[in-house]
């Protein structure tokens, strides 16, 4: 029979099952494995107090023992078939049941069939008492009880190869304690049934107490019915970007579905197995790929800190790029492995690339649009040497007639034929002049005619950007009726590294903007000035124009907008911006003339390279 011990031992399971239904009840806990939860604590309830009306029912009674104990094996069936269902769902995480597990239950319903309508066929007992030792159970037990152990069995290991895959500490918890609450009652209904031990009936309903316990600290502690691991593996399957974890020696634990298609199989990397030890593939690509990878998980260990690296692979033809962060995990101070995330960037790199090459594209068009714009003035700038050079050239022809003519005529002296080589040598410094100013400007025109992407990086100074600058927008200022100023403030040892035409092109765009803004009865002065302050040199081309307007303010520098309407496109300050800021590292920056108009100009760094340079030049003076 059942003694007091028990009885307690059932009051206070009873509680504590209750105890979590009500808990999940109250937090509104609605999810299926939740839900089967709550009926499996109601199978053991029933049971339990099945037990508990048997343990109130007289000895003599067999009636009524027969009527509890039947009543009983309704929790008896349906626990091992729920217990079943609580690993498949937490493994599989369904929102609903698949109509096949229906099947699971025909069991339990014809065992149940079979205990009640027993005293017709005794296939299941033979000859049933509420003592242990005399219980004589029929062939049908075989069926109902070896159907029971198997779904015991089978519960804890599908939980359990489930936790061992995932490599997670807390599904592991989970899974042991899980599987512990039913290995004991598995064990000790075993023990009962076969008579291996003399244990009474309320052997194995006690044993279950355990698994009250046990389940108890998973939902509590662990959150076992809130965490759905399949549901997180499901959504990092389900993003595009692949992740891996390592342990803190390399050891491969966990990857997603898209790391396995993109990486994982090409590369050979499988779990439970360090990166180091896996084969280097043939495949360049994939070579690439895992040296990447384990120089760069080096050096996050030895830095303790992100490390960030692009790494391109080819897929199916096609060129994608995956920016790889890879971040220490730590516990206590101490790396416990490492996360590598490999986010997909080849949609934003081939955006970038096709913006970058329209941006090349207007910037190409607006730069020979300028050029254009000036072919006018440089071809009026040539014409004044030229007809310097014809003149002299008519100058020299009737000085050589005039030498030729006075051979053997006694009264030529000496004195006239060095006069006659004196008139041609200044003559011939005349053309010497005009070949050098016309080499100045086709120098000049040469390099805006170059194609932008063409950069000749050398070292050169303010003023010979200066002066290339006034060779260029000569005619503009001279048809414009506008002077140009400069005031360079710069030693001749203060060098600038770079492509002098981009510079050249973006003071070009300051000047023709500041002739642009000139007001009819205005100064028409522009001032154009070059300084160094605090290793850094400031150009800026001042005028008393028209100013910027409020509405161009607000986008100026970061869109492409002018005041002109019709005859601006705006692109000329959004590309000497680019230019500055790509090519030398420095800021175009505008402002208002206090005496009136704006002031446009940039500031570049001077380099440590530009810097020892100017000393050696300074250094080689001072000797010399």
């Known amino acids: 029979m059942i003694s007091n011990t028990a009885l307690m031992t059932f009051y206070i399971s009873i509680i504590g099952l209750v105890m979590i239904i009500s808990r999940n009840l109250r937090t509104n806990r609605s999810h299926l494995i939740n839900k089967i939860y709550a009926f499996l604590a109601l199978a053991l309830i029933e049971w339990m107090m099945a037990l508990i009306g048997m343990r109130f029912s007289r000895p003599d009674d067999q009636i009524a023992l027969y009527f509890w104990d039947a009543l009983s094996n309704l929790g008896v069936s349906l626990t091992p078939v729920l217990s079943l269902l609580i690993a498949i769902v937490f493994v599989r995480h369904y929102a609903r049941l698949p109509k096949k597990t229906a099947w699971l239950f025909v069991i339990p319903l014809l ?6 309508t027993n005293p017709l066929h005794h296939l299941h007992y033979r000859q049933f008492s509420v003592i242990a030792s005399e219980v004589v159970f029929g062939p049908y037990m075989l069926i109902s009880g070896g159907y029971s152990y198997l779904c015991m069995l089978l519960s804890i290991l599908i939980i359990m190869n489930f936790a061992f895959k995932s490599h997670n500490s807390l599904y ?3 899974a042991l304690l899980f599987s512990l609450g039913n290995l004991i009652p598995f064990a000790v209904s075993m023990l009962a049934t076969f008579k291996i031990l003399n244990l009474s009936i309320a052997a194995t309903p006690i044993s279950f107490v355990f698994t009250v316990v046990f389940h108890g600290i998973a939902i509590e502690r662990l959150n076992f019915l809130n965490i759905t691991p399949i549901a997180t593996q499901h959504i990092l399957d389900w993003i595009s970007d692949g992740y891996l974890i390592l342990s803190d020696i390399g050891l491969v634990l966990n990857y997603n579905q898209p790391f396995a298609d993109i990486f994982g199989q090409r590369c050979g990397i499988l779990v439970n197995r360090s990166l180091k030890d896996i084969q280097i593939p043939e495949d360049n690509a994939a070579q690439t790929a895992i040296r990447n990878l384990i120089s760069s998980v080096d050096s996050a260990r030895d830095s303790g800190s992100t490390i960030v690296y692009e790494q391109s692979i080819v897929n199916d033809g096609h060129m994608d790029y995956y920016m790889v962060e890879i971040t220490p995990l730590k516990i206590d101070d101490t790396i416990a492995g490492f996360s590598v995330i490999y986010k997909n960037v080849t949609t934003l790199k081939e955006s970038m690339q096709k913006l970058q090459k329209s941006q090349k594209q207007m910037m190409e068009r607006e730069r020979l649009a300028t050029l254009g714009q000036m072919v006018g003035g440089i071809a009026h700038n040539l014409k004044t040497p030229i007809m310097s050079i014809s003149g002299a050239l008519s100058a020299m022809e009737d000085l050589v007639r005039e030498c030729e003519e006075s051979f053997g005529d006694p ?16 003559w011939i410094r005349r053309c010497k002049d005009s070949c050098a100013y016309m080499s100045d400007i086709i120098t000049a025109v040469k390099g805006q005619a170059a194609n932008m992407n063409a950069s000749e990086k050398a070292a050169f100074t303010a003023e010979e950007l200066i002066r290339r600058t006034t060779l260029l927008m000569r005619h503009e200022l001279t048809v414009s009726g506008c002077r140009l100023i400069t005031d360079n403030q710069t030693a001749p040892t ?3 590294h770079g492509d002098i035409n981009n510079l050249v092109q973006v003071v070009n765009n300051f000047i023709a903007n500041a002739i642009d803004a000139q007001l009819p009865e205005g100064d028409h002065t522009i001032t154009l000035s070059v300084k160094e302050q605090q290793g850094n040199l400031i150009l800026s081309v001042s005028d008393h124009g028209s ?32 230019l500055i800021q790509g090519k030398f590292d420095g800021e175009l920056w505008f402002d208002d003339n206090p005496g009136g108009g704006a002031i446009f100009g940039f500031t570049i760094p001077l380099s440590s390279e530009t810097a020892e340079e100017s000393a050696d030049i300074q250094e080689r003076r001072d000797w010399a």
Do not use: F, P
């Not at 065992?111 to 009640?116: A, H, L, R, S, V």
């Open 111 to 116: 065992t149940n069939i079979m205990i009640w």
């Open 172 to 174: 592991m918890r989970q």
């Open 411 to 426: 009264e030529v002296t000496a004195a006239d034929y060095r006069e006659i080589s004196g008139e041609m040598t200044d």
């Open 494 to 496: 203060v060098l600038l």
């Open 547 to 578: 100013g910027i307007q409020d509405s161009v303010r607000r986008h100026l520098l970061n869109e492409m907008v002018t005041s002109k309407g019709a005859a601006g496109a705006g692109l000329g300050i959004y590309m000497s911006k680019a």
